[in-house]
């Protein structure tokens, strides 16, 4: 397995990933926003990375990380806002391997907390962020869109 942090020349294959997540679960897909944000995040490194998930030499999934800061969490924290692996390299540990790979580049980078949204109705992430020391909260994450 490989990790590699997106280039400004991969924004297509980023595109072409998250359209297949988005795909599967069910989440709208604009194209023309999608690379726009992904342009945005890789002229922007401040804002977060997301890196691509190799194996056998084929980009296989990804992980993006955005950076925030936090009273709470007494400084710059991140966010696991994306996690795909594409469904046939599931069950491999290669989401585990990623998300290792994310949190000791966040403390590379001096960041204090990581978080990660996911879903009640998703047993396999549960049991897979709890293993991997993720305390799993009461509180509702709330969006309003601006």
Same mark, same amino acid.
């Not at 490194?45 to 084929?58: A, I, M, N, S, W």
């Given at each position: 397995?490989?990790?590699?942090?997106?280039?400004?020349?991969?924004?297509?294959?980023?595109?072409? +990933?998250?359209?297949?997540?988005?795909?599967?679960?069910?989440?709208?897909?604009?194209?023309?926003?999608?690379?726009?944000? +992904?342009e945005e995040l890789s002229a922007s490194p401040d804002l977060g990375r997301l890196f691509f998930l190799q194996h056998d030499e084929k980009t296989v999934g990804f992980i993006l990380i955005t950076f925030g800061f936090s009273l709470e969490?007494?400084?710059?924290?991140?966010?696991?806002?994306? +996690?795909?692996? +594409?469904?046939?390299?599931?069950n491999r540990g290669l989401g585990a391997a990623v998300i290792e790979y994310?949190?000791?580049?966040?403390?590379s980078e001096g960041i204090k907390a990581i978080h990660l949204e996911v879903r009640n109705n998703n047993p396999s992430a549960l049991r897979l962020y709890r293993?991997?020391?993720f305390i799993l909260h009461d509180s509702v994450l709330a969006t309003r869109k601006l």
């Amino acid at each position: 397995m490989q990790i590699t942090v997106m280039q400004q020349s991969e924004i297509e294959t980023a595109a072409e +990933l998250v359209r297949s997540f988005y795909t599967e679960f069910g989440f709208p897909f604009d194209p023309v926003i999608i690379r726009s944000c +992904l342009e945005e995040l890789s002229a922007s490194p401040d804002l977060g990375r997301l890196f691509f998930l190799q194996h056998d030499e084929k980009t296989v999934g990804f992980i993006l990380i955005t950076f925030g800061f936090s009273l709470e969490y007494h400084g710059r924290d991140a966010f696991i806002d994306e +996690l795909f692996v +594409l469904p046939e390299f599931r069950n491999r540990g290669l989401g585990a391997a990623v998300i290792e790979y994310a949190v000791q580049f966040c403390k590379s980078e001096g960041i204090k907390a990581i978080h990660l949204e996911v879903r009640n109705n998703n047993p396999s992430a549960l049991r897979l962020y709890r293993r991997l020391n993720f305390i799993l909260h009461d509180s509702v994450l709330a969006t309003r869109k601006l």
